[in-house]
């Protein structure tokens, strides 16, 4: 039986991919998260962790490199989804540092230690190294992103992934770890956090229908324009992914956009969310504090690539999503989970 090992495990990607792996494998998962993470995405699952049900927790932090090197030694994973960043782009121009650190030599970490046993003992797993879309930045206006388009970071964040990205494909060139990255476009759904636009506007919605808020939505900028999909979706891609690098079907450090298919201008996406609101008063507003010093601002994406290795494409309807969405937000704040507003 195969062990899957998942990084970033209580964020919205890691615990949909923990849920995908049980429904749809029979793979054991280690879910590795930091001490005192937040458990609200993975509660679901706790009765299985405490069974060891298939599932089980390691407490490691990406920056603690022999915390890593235990895991590494004692679990040796046929499979590692590395979902674990700092993946905030606004929060990463407070804490840029951090961001580099963790997102750069955490993915280094991981690698590294993969390394090192290769060399030993031939240790050889597949390595889905996840990179981001915002590696493109301020994409030209009428480009359609492709693999080869040339980077242009925009934030900390989206420098610290073009590092982790560069890592993925270094490893898998240089040493012929099955590496291989993701570069996801938007995406969101149930449990997507709220430092997010979609997921921030979602939830203010929420806390006004609870009478929590007053009916003003406060967003950011709003003249972006990009691609939407179901991280349920990117979910599936990832782990088909796998299975090909498994097989020796992709080449070693291979980048690959994954990216909905349905486009939306930021206010399109905010009169269909209060389209789904039983209030018909709610406001929008422009909160200066929600503003970034530059923004990835156009991001239209081809998913040509990824098409000629797996039999994928999105299938959860965008409209869907943000009502998936709306319901999750609506479900947390029912049961006393109130979010800090930002």
Same mark, same amino acid.
């Given at each position: 039986m195969k062990t899957a090992l998942i990084t970033g495990f209580t964020g919205q990607v890691g615990s949909q991919m923990a849920d995908f792996l049980l429904e749809n494998t029979d793979y054991q998962v280690i879910g590795m998260m930091r001490w005192q993470e937040p458990m609200d995405n993975i509660y679901h699952?706790?009765?299985?962790?405490?069974? &060891?049900?298939?599932?089980?927790? @390691?407490?490691?932090?990406?920056n603690d490199y022999s915390s890593i090197q235990k895991l590494f030694e004692f679990h040796r994973p046929d499979v590692i989804f590395h979902l674990a960043?700092?993946?905030? %782009?606004?929060?990463?121009?407070?804490? %840029?540092?951090?961001? #580099?650190?963790?997102?750069?030599?955490?993915?280094? &970490?991981? #690698?590294?230690?993969?390394?090192? #046993?290769?060399?030993?003992?031939?240790?050889? %797993?597949?390595?889905?190294?996840? *990179?981001s879309s915002e590696v493109y930045g301020r994409a030209k206006v009428g480009v359609k992103l492709n693999e080869d388009t040339p980077f242009h970071g925009a934030s900390p964040y989206s420098? *610290?992934?073009?590092?982790?990205? @560069?890592?993925?494909?270094?490893?898998?060139?240089? @040493?012929?770890?099955?590496?291989?990255v993701t570069r996801m476009g938007t995406h969101s759904g149930p449990r997507r956090s709220d430092v997010f636009f979609e997921s921030t506007v979602a939830k203010q919605i929420a806390l006004i229908e609870a009478g929590l808020q007053e009916p003003v939505i406060k967003v950011g900028n709003l003249s972006s324009v990009r691609t939407f999909q179901d991280c349920r979706d990117a979910i599936r891609a990832y782990y088909l992914l796998s299975l090909e690098s498994e097989k020796g079907n992709v080449p070693c450090g291979e980048a690959f956009n994954i990216a909905g298919e349905e486009a939306f201008k930021l206010p399109e996406v905010i009169e269909i969310l209060l389209g789904f609101s039983t209030r018909k008063d709610i406001k929008v507003q422009e909160d200066a504090e929600r503003l970034r010093p530059i923004d990835a601002d156009y991001q239209m994406f081809d998913n040509t690539k990824i098409k000629s290795f797996i039999d994928w494409k999105p299938e959860i309807p965008a409209r869907k999503m943000f009502e998936d969405l709306l319901n999750h937000w609506r479900k947390e704040i029912s049961m006393g989970r109130i979010p800090l507003n930002r």
């Open positions: 699952l706790s009765d299985r962790i405490n069974k &060891n049900d298939r599932i089980s927790v @390691y407490y490691a932090d990406l960043a700092q993946s905030f %782009p606004k929060t990463s121009f407070e804490i %840029p540092i951090e961001t #580099l650190q963790t997102n750069i030599i955490g993915t280094a &970490n991981i #690698l590294e230690n993969i390394r090192i #046993l290769k060399q030993k003992d031939g240790y050889e %797993p597949v390595v889905h190294v996840c *990179s420098i *610290s992934k073009i590092g982790t990205d @560069y890592l993925g494909r270094f490893y898998g060139e240089a @040493y012929g770890i099955k590496t291989y």
